[in-house]
């Protein structure tokens, strides 16, 4: 897979999340086997814009030169680990349920493949 591909998979997966947590944040956690008072849902709305502004950095900056790339991937990827570091710590604290996983290996997914675009794939270095 080329690094355009793989943005395009992360602009779909930001903007996916991000649309569910901007609209119904409370529905999206619910599948989650988490409840959100007024608060949790406002913080999920702003998630929710995060998640979009990520996913339209993605599409868009896909086809980005060689230098605006090497930043986008690097900042992605620090997101994105801390994004799986967190899930994962969620997860083993039994805040979510079964589904938490999913979320783990997604965050775990993008880490690494981010990781490989900037750091070992000749694309961009």
Do not use: H
């Not at 599409?59 to 060689?66: C, H, I, P, T």
């Not at 990827?77 to 994962?88: C, P, Q, S």
């Amino acid at each position: 897979m080329k690094l355009s591909g793989f943005l395009i998979v992360k602009a779909i997966i930001s903007l996916g999340f991000g649309i569910g947590f901007a609209l119904f944040p409370g529905a999206v956690m619910s599948m989650y086997g988490v409840t959100l008072d007024a608060g949790g849902n406002l913080v999920g709305q702003f998630a929710g814009a995060t998640l979009i502004g990520i996913g339209l950095i993605c599409w868009f900056g896909r086809q980005a030169d060689k230098s605006a790339l090497r930043s986008i991937t690097q900042s992605l990827l620090i997101g994105d680990t801390i994004g799986f570091i967190v899930a994962l710590i969620g997860q083993l604290g039994g805040v979510m349920n079964a589904l938490g996983w999913v979320t783990v290996a997604i965050w775990l997914f993008l880490a690494l493949g981010l990781g490989y675009f900037r750091f070992l794939s000749s694309e961009i270095v």
